[in-house]
């Protein structure tokens, strides 16, 4: 083996490699270590994913652009609900309630009619989850209702009212409007059209209802809340638990028994008292009283203690 003397001790030249090369690629992974954990604790946390509804060949969907084209001009469209005078109208108008003079700039040929002047109305649509990529919802609009009147969004799940364009024109020509839901990405929600104003214009008169995405998109169909209500029976199970109750007797007997004799003749006199297969017998000759007291005192838990005092 070569190496350097130095004194007693000999100093190898390839360990002394061996070993700061060792060193060297202990701290390269120590820095290493050190620099990914740095760079972890910097990392921002993941936002919270926003829950959408599972989509399925069986799932119902709701189909935009909502035109009111269909078969049922003269009546409220399917899947929705009206109260008051609430009509699908056609263009040109079939009716006197559907004449609007001057309607122009109607999406296709039928449009909604929310109320009429001195009437009013209401209409609800379907339930449907707005998807990931809505940035708003647009629409056409004609009509002069104001204050309370309009176009609405409201939160399934409480009502909230998450967009409201209300204020419209005295015209029948449809304009153009828009709902801004952007925030509001996997809620469960309803369109709500309404006329509270009972005047001339006094109505609301909606078209091509659009859900809108980045850069202007269309998004033509969402995924419906499903109305089938499922019942679960839950079912109680009570168990009655029987408590024992251990009474512990105490029995207690206590005998006192007397018995005085007078004699007064020289005859002899005896009183004999048992108790508690103890036998007590006293005799006299003379005039004799005898008292016999016997205390007997006997628990349940074998302890038995007698006392007997006689006199």
Same mark, same amino acid.
């Given at each position: 083996? !070569? %190496?350097?003397?130095?004194?007693?001790?000999?100093?190898d030249?390839?360990? *002394?490699?061996?070993?700061?090369?060792?060193?060297?690629?202990? %701290?390269?992974?120590? *820095?290493?270590?050190?620099?990914?954990? !740095?760079?972890?604790?910097?990392?921002?946390?993941?936002k919270?994913?926003t829950?959408?509804?599972?989509?399925? @060949?069986? +799932?119902?969907? #709701?189909?935009?652009?909502?035109?009111? @084209? $269909?078969?049922? $001009?003269?009546q409220?469209? =399917?899947?929705?609900? *009206?109260?008051?005078?609430?009509? #699908?109208?056609?263009?040109?108008?079939?009716?006197?309630?559907?004449?609007?003079?001057?309607?122009?700039?109607?999406?296709? +040929?039928?449009?909604?009619? #929310?109320?009429n002047?001195?009437?009013?109305?209401?209409?609800?649509?379907?339930i449907?989850?707005?998807?990931?990529?809505?940035e708003?919802?647009?629409?056409?609009?004609?009509?002069?209702?104001?204050?309370?009147?309009?176009?609405?969004?409201?939160?399934?799940?409480?009502?909230?009212?998450?967009?409201?364009?209300?204020? $419209?024109?005295?015209?029948?020509?449809?304009?153009?409007?828009?709902?801004?839901?952007?925030?509001?990405?996997?809620?469960?929600?309803?369109?709500?059209?309404?006329?509270?104003?009972?005047s001339?214009?006094?109505?609301?008169?909606?078209?091509?209802?659009?859900?809108? %995405?980045?850069?202007?998109?269309?998004?033509?169909?969402?995924? !419906?809340?499903?109305?089938? =209500?499922?019942?679960?029976?839950?079912?109680?199970?009570?168990?009655?638990?029987?408590?024992?109750?251990?009474?512990?007797?105490s /029995?207690?007997?206590?005998?006192? =028994?007397s018995?005085?004799?007078?004699? +007064?003749? +020289?005859?002899?006199? !005896?009183?004999?008292?048992?108790?508690?297969?103890?036998?007590?017998?006293?005799? /006299?000759?003379?005039?004799?009283?005898?008292?016999?007291?016997?205390?007997?005192?006997?628990?349940?838990?074998?302890?038995?203690?007698?006392?007997?005092?006689? =006199?």
């Open positions: 083996m !070569q %190496g350097i003397h130095e004194g007693n001790v000999i100093f030249k390839k360990l *002394c490699w061996k070993i700061i090369a060792c060193l060297a690629v202990i %701290g390269t992974i120590a *820095c290493m270590g050190v620099v990914w954990l !740095q760079r972890s604790s910097h990392k921002k946390k993941p919270e994913a829950w959408f509804p599972k989509v399925t @060949e069986k +799932s119902p969907l #709701v189909i935009f652009p909502m035109s009111f @084209e $269909g078969p049922y $001009g003269g409220c469209p =399917t899947d929705w609900t *009206c109260v008051g005078q609430v009509k #699908v109208c056609r263009n040109p108008p079939m009716t006197q309630f559907c004449t609007h003079p001057g309607l122009t700039k109607v999406e296709g +040929s039928q449009y909604m009619t #929310v109320g002047d001195e009437e009013t109305g209401n209409a609800t649509s379907p449907f989850y707005l998807p990931p990529q809505v708003r919802i647009d629409f056409l609009r004609s009509g002069g209702s104001d204050e309370g009147s309009g176009f609405f969004v409201h939160l399934a799940k409480n009502d909230q009212a998450i967009c409201t364009v209300v204020g $419209g024109s005295d015209t029948n020509v449809f304009f153009k409007q828009s709902c801004t839901v952007s925030g509001y990405a996997g809620e469960a929600v309803y369109i709500a059209l309404r006329d509270v104003q009972s001339p214009w006094g109505k609301v008169l909606v078209d091509d209802i659009r859900l809108v %995405g980045p850069q202007g998109s269309n998004i033509v169909a969402v995924v !419906q809340l499903s109305t089938t =209500t499922t019942s679960t029976t839950a079912t109680t199970s009570t168990t009655s638990a029987t408590s024992t109750t251990t009474t512990i007797s /029995s207690t007997s206590i005998t006192t =028994t018995s005085t004799s007078y004699t +007064s003749s +020289s005859t002899t006199s !005896q009183t004999s008292t048992t108790t508690t297969s103890t036998t007590r017998s006293t005799s /006299s000759t003379s005039t004799t009283t005898t008292s016999t007291t016997t205390s007997s005192t006997t628990l349940t838990d074998t302890t038995t203690s007698t006392t007997t005092t006689s =006199t």
